[in-house]
């Protein structure tokens, strides 16, 4: 094994936060901004590049730095280690509703590739880096379907998606098209694409964008029901418009005068 071993216990329903416990000298990475809460003893550590063990040289940090830019990630990650002599635990949160979906990666043969900001936490060793779509047709106008994170290791990630998770084993040959926005992580046996929703009233009516995910077995893959874009565009279109009334009735609006908003 080359991951750190680590321990970890799930807490909540909708808002849920992973607890994870380090013996000394363990190490788990994660984005900046997903922490929750440590105890004193664990000592946080800026890195350059994907995480992985592997990176020895600048060269190797650069690449590794550089995939993770053009998935719009940061450059740097954060390293929390135990440097205490006992057990200790640090706690990291997703950033909107939904749930934590824990993952080892042995079990899946060392990959797991997902939605670029679904990568919440993992033990130190595993790489996270970008999977390019073979058809670069996809790439420029599927969206979500082009850029997505790579997880690989032998050790636990963890994931996070809104709503409702289901995961779907699809089987040698059976197909399962997803809305792109909805499709979390699918393990590296599955093979997909992204298709052009054909139909000019699907298209213009239906409300669902112009491309949706094909996924081909065998694999494992799995759905969100509440995408964070489709959430942020709800709470956009019931947000109080510029130059109109912040009243309205609606909840956002009270919010606005809640928090200091002007009234008209």
Request: proline share 3%; aromatic share 8%.
């Amino acid at each position: 094994m080359k991951n750190h071993e680590i321990d970890y216990k799930l807490f909540g329903d909708d808002m849920q936060f992973v607890e994870i416990e380090l013996d000394p000298e363990e190490t788990v990475i994660a984005e900046a901004g997903s922490l929750m809460m440590m105890n004193e003893e664990i000592q946080m550590e800026t890195i350059f590049g994907d995480g992985s063990s592997t990176q020895n040289g600048l060269m190797d940090k650069l690449l590794g730095a550089g995939k993770r830019v053009l998935t719009g990630e940061s450059l740097f990650m954060t390293t929390f280690t135990n440097k205490g002599t006992g057990k200790k635990h640090v706690s990291f949160a997703s950033p909107y509703p939904g749930k934590i979906i824990p993952i080892d990666l042995n079990t899946i043969n060392g990959k797991l590739i997902c939605q670029k900001d679904a990568f919440l936490a993992a033990a130190k060793g595993v790489s996270v880096g970008i999977e390019f779509q073979r058809k670069i047709g996809a790439g420029f106008f599927g969206g979500e379907g082009f850029i997505m994170q790579k997880l690989a290791g032998d050790g636990m990630a963890f994931i996070h998606a809104g709503g409702t998770i289901h995961q779907k084993d699809l089987q040698a040959g059976e197909t399962l098209k997803v809305d792109t926005g909805c499709l979390v992580a699918m393990t590296g046996g599955v093979d997909y694409d992204i298709e052009f929703v054909r139909g000019v009233k699907t298209a213009l009516f239906g409300g669902e964008g112009l491309f949706f995910a094909t996924l081909k077995g065998p694999g494992t893959v799995w759905v969100q029901s509440l995408p964070f874009s489709r959430l942020a565009s709800r709470v956009f279109a019931a947000a109080p418009q510029h130059g109109g009334s912040k009243d309205e009735g609606s909840i956002v609006g009270g919010l606005f005068n809640i928090l200091g908003g002007d009234r008209k």
